[in-house]
């Protein structure tokens, strides 16, 4: 089913966090028996705010507190004329920002030195045609989302979404921080009025970088391969919580300083000695690797991990346990 996404903003009330309590105090004031009063101060005390203003199109719902948000709406708020696919349970997204149009003056001079050149009307005629011209610079979204899944794809980049991806009223719905990232939106909660309220960052990008902007290569090489040879055959979860557990030593202080110096340090990752880390990754791993690379969190605090119930272990033994995830117990 193709639709085109279309929204509007509720423009008539400006609203935002500070003069809700007034608002509040407007309806308290009202008599007890106007019927409109508990359905008013419920609308006002549970929203999404774009830059001030209520979004009355958006479709979201507060579970468990996590914010869940229609995708097709969230997108139709921020671009009408966004094309979105969505059947199944999978959700796709493509669109176009003009970012500016840039008078291609370079051309038009190299026109006039040939006009200089020929002397000649259609030479000047050429001219004319390229001055008048202009590169339209526009930025890209490409996205894609199912309900039930851990991620989503924006840009070649995977993002994710640790409370999973739901069907909100028979459509993909995504955490809002997590569709505000997409947007390069700031998000803060108001949990007195559940408000979630958004603002467009000041000369911010319309839509996140790209992947080619942000993976490096190397690092997703290296990291793919150790989470594939350390736990190929756990869940994404576990994946996840052993890349985070490489990327945490980097960033330690007391281990070495580049991930390639981490992972063959001496008696540390069993792998590397080997020459198992060498093996080709399955997709899952270099999925995972992408995601610990994009700020995914599972055990943002761990340094050791090791078989589960392994009670001899040097962390068993000496550091604070985290977690058990699949197969392996993670230690700070």
């Not at 270099?286 to 050791?304: E, K, S």
Request: hydrophobic residues 45%; negative net charge; aromatic residues 8%.
């Amino acid at each position: 089913m193709k639709t085109r996404a279309t929204s509007f903003l509720l423009a008539a009330l400006a609203v935002v966090s500070f003069v809700l309590p007034a608002l509040a105090d407007d309806f308290d004031e009202l008599p007890e028996e106007t019927p409109a009063k508990s359905e008013e101060i419920e609308e006002v005390r549970s929203a999404v705010l774009l830059d001030g203003e209520p979004a009355e199109s958006v479709e979201f719902e507060i579970l468990d507190g996590v914010c869940y948000v229609t995708v097709s709406s969230f997108v139709s708020m921020m671009d009408a004329e966004a094309m979105v696919e969505e059947e199944n349970g999978i959700v796709s997204v493509n669109t176009t920002t003009v970012i500016e149009v840039v008078p291609m003056e370079s051309l038009a001079e190299e026109s006039e030195a040939a006009v200089e050149a020929e002397e000649g009307a259609e030479a000047g005629e050429a001219a004319e045609a390229i001055e008048n011209t202009a590169n339209v610079v526009t930025d890209d979204l490409s996205l894609t989302a199912a309900a039930g899944g851990d991620y989503m794809v924006a840009n070649g980049r995977y993002l994710y979404a640790q409370d999973g991806l739901i069907q909100l009223n028979g459509r993909v719905a995504a955490p809002v921080r997590l569709l505000a990232r997409v947007y390069n939106l700031n998000v803060a909660y108001n949990t007195e009025n559940d408000l979630v309220i958004l603002s467009r960052q000041e000369g911010g990008e319309p839509y996140l970088a790209d992947a080619s902007a942000v993976y490096d290569g190397d690092t997703l090489y290296w990291l793919s391969r150790i989470i594939n040879a350390e736990s190929g055959n756990q869940p994404l979860e576990g994946k996840i919580a052993v890349g985070n557990v490489v990327m945490n030593r980097v960033r330690d202080p007391r281990f070495p300083d580049t991930l390639y110096d981490v992972l063959f340090q001496k008696n540390q990752f069993t792998p590397a000695a080997s020459g198992s880390i060498y093996r080709e990754p399955n997709e899952e791993s270099v999925v995972a690797a992408m995601l610990v690379m994009d700020g995914a969190q599972v055990t943002p605090n761990a340094l050791f991990f090791n078989a589960a119930g392994a009670t001899r272990s040097y962390a068993a033994r000496n550091r604070t346990y985290v977690a058990t995830i699949g197969d392996h117990a993670f230690y700070e």
